[in-house]
């Protein structure tokens, strides 16, 4: 992603959604990039239509870029906001990034806990060209204390920063992974930086699907289009392109037994 000029950045106290805001600036006509932070959120939301705590002093963001990809390379963009944030936050003052990883397809952990969500969506208005919003919420002071699995917030972990000083390191990491990604053309590299810091690599885990089913084997790579390959007992390999990542204990079967990260 090429900028022309200084960083666009609309920054705002409270807003309902930060990737609303960003859609309808896309709707309105605005060519991207465009960056939408704010305080706090009334109305923030995760994948799957999941409520996402947006309390204040943490920072909520959202990127507008438009026609970033072939239609057919816009499934990488979760890997390749994944691998930026996580850039942008390994560079953080007071974060080991050693302990800043990624666990599919594309939560920030810190410690073995999630500290980012990531949300993409886009659209296509008609007569128009293709509308995409990269937005996150990074936990730093507040964090849920009844989430299923580990959760932390940046200032546990050591940043000594504001919401508003993150902000530039972590534009910063988003945007030069977008341009390593290079519009599809360097998925390669995004993917190898991806596997570099990924939780769960060689390990028995489980893939809870979309639609209930669950799949049990060892993860063994992403595939060159971004895909999750698990290794299956006999021999054979299954690919996911979503879902939700959990971590077996060694000599775990298919009994519900799974850690949540």
């Known amino acids: 992603m090429k900028r022309a000029g200084p960083r666009r950045h609309l920054a705002f106290d409270e807003v309902g959604s930060t990737n609303t805001l960003a859609l309808e600036a896309g709707r309105a006509g605005d060519p991207g990039p465009l960056w939408v932070t704010a305080e706090r959120q009334s109305a923030g939301r995760g994948r799957r239509g ?4 947006s309390e204040r002093g943490n920072l909520y963001a959202s990127l507008l870029v438009r026609d970033p990809a072939p239609i057919a390379d816009l499934a990488n963009i979760p890997l390749v906001a994944a691998v930026g944030l996580r850039n942008g936050i390994a560079q953080l003052p007071g974060i080991d990034g050693d302990r800043v990883r990624i666990k599919w397809p594309n939560d920030i ?3 073995g806990a999630k500290t980012v969500g990531i949300l993409i969506e886009s ?3 008609a007569g128009e060209s293709q509308l995409v919003v990269l937005g996150c919420g990074i936990n730093i002071e507040h964090w849920p204390d009844d989430a299923p699995y580990a959760v932390t917030g940046l200032r546990r972990e050591g940043y000594r920063g504001t919401a ?19 519009r599809g053309r360097g998925f390669d590299a995004v993917r190898k930086q991806w596997l570099a810091h990924a939780v769960g690599l060689g390990q ?22 971004g ?11 299954q690919v996911f392109s979503a879902g939700d990542l959990f971590l077996l204990a060694a000599g775990t079967s298919s009994s519900p037994s799974a850690a949540p990260l």
Request: glycine share 12%.
């Open 204 to 225: 028995p885990c489980r893939i809870n699907l979309p639609g209930g089913e669950v799949a049990d084997g060892v993860f063994e790579e992403l595939d060159p289009v």
């Open 50 to 53: 999941r409520a996402w705590s």
């Open 164 to 182: 508003s000083d993150a902000f530039a390191p972590l534009a910063d990491g988003v945007e030069k992974a977008l341009d390593l990604w290079d």
């Open 109 to 111: 952990l810190v410690g």
């Open 123 to 125: 659209e296509k208005p």
């Open 227 to 237: 895909r999750l390959v698990l290794a299956l007992p006999g021999g054979r390999r």
